[in-house]
């Protein structure tokens, strides 16, 4: 009997733990500070996090495909770069950038899909030099200069950052509709089918008759369409951008998604789970600053949340918390 309701209990940890942290730890936080879960603190969380989250939710696809994407940081510079350039240029304006800026982005991610993809290049190899290829590029394109739009009232540009519909920030909005279009798409489709079958065993997917290439291509695709709209959102709020905008975000994309229940072994996750890794992330961001420690402590703390969920990942593979080789 105690080894079954182990067993049970086990399970319901492996299917719904991040839903429980989640739970354990809001608590933990409001019973400390009555602040944490005050409405305006809640609505200030959420929308910082949304860029986050929307770059999280276009790698819970890379991911849950069997692959990696360390590239989105310099990829959402590079976004950012770009549409406030091609904003301010008289032949562009704003409704002709944001589009512009999307096919280069999208260009991007089909590059790295390509390489991944087709060519059956290490995606941890190929992202990280693309990482490093997206800077430089950003910097060649502005020339090392910031960017920032020169007469922001006369621009309706500012309606993605902040702007809001019905009382709600257009960002959190961007980043539910988003979630709900993409939870569909993974999850109720062929195409979700298909991303998970190729994360979980790419060979046997072939043998399948899955197009296991067009696949792993389409899931960058997703991912720099994720980025680009970030992108357009953070030009939107600060109506301005330095070049190194998105560094380091790789990082806190990857443990939000990871933190998500996303295998980094492909072949499970979910993209409602990295929603609530998204947010336990930006509450956690909060806590630490509402109880006055300074805000480059929590890259210590994501670094001990990567560690955490990477641990807790692989011995729910193997049903042990321990390593039998040790």
């Not at 019973?31 to 969380?45: E, H, M, Q, Y």
Request: aromatic content about 10%.
């Amino acid at each position: 009997m105690a080894d079954t309701a182990a067993k049970s209990l086990g399970r319901v940890l492996a299917r719904q733990g991040i839903l429980i942290a989640f739970v354990i730890f809001m608590l933990g936080f409001a019973l400390w500070n009555p602040r944490f879960i005050a409405v305006d603190n809640v609505f200030g969380v959420v929308r910082s996090s949304a860029i986050l989250g929307i770059m999280a939710l276009g790698v819970t696809f890379v991911v849950i495909g069997g692959n990696l994407d360390l590239s989105v940081g310099s990829m959402l510079s590079f976004s950012a770069i770009v549409v406030l350039d091609l904003h301010e240029n008289p032949a562009f304006g704003p409704a002709l950038a944001i589009p512009a800026m999307f096919a280069m982005t999208l260009c991007l991610g089909a590059i790295n899909g390509y390489l991944i993809g087709y060519l059956r290049l290490n995606s941890l190899i190929v992202t990280l030099g693309m990482l490093s290829a997206i800077h430089g590029l950003t910097l060649t394109y502005s020339g090392g200069q910031n960017m920032d739009i020169a007469n922001q009232g006369a621009t309706w540009f500012g309606v993605f950052g902040r702007g809001s519909a019905l009382g709600i920030p257009i960002p959190v909005l961007l980043f539910a509709g988003l979630a709900a279009l993409l939870g569909i798409l993974l999850a109720r489709t062929p195409f979700g089918r298909k991303v998970y079958a190729v994360g979980g065993n790419g060979t046997a997917a072939t043998f399948s008759g899955i197009p296991r290439a067009r696949v792993v291509f389409l899931t960058y695709l997703i991912s720099a369409f994720c980025v680009a709209t970030a992108g357009l959102i953070q030009a939107s709020r600060t109506m301005g951008a330095q070049n190194t905008v998105g560094q380091g975000m790789e990082l806190e994309v990857l443990a939000a998604v990871i933190l998500g229940g996303a295998s980094l072994l492909g072949g499970s996750g979910t993209v409602f789970k990295t929603v609530i890794g998204v947010l336990i992330l930006g509450f956690i961001q909060n806590g630490l600053l509402l109880a006055g420690l300074q805000f480059y402590v929590q890259f210590v703390v994501t670094w001990i949340i990567i560690i955490l969920a990477v641990w807790l990942d692989i011995a729910t593979k193997r049903g042990k918390l321990w390593s039998p080789i040790a």
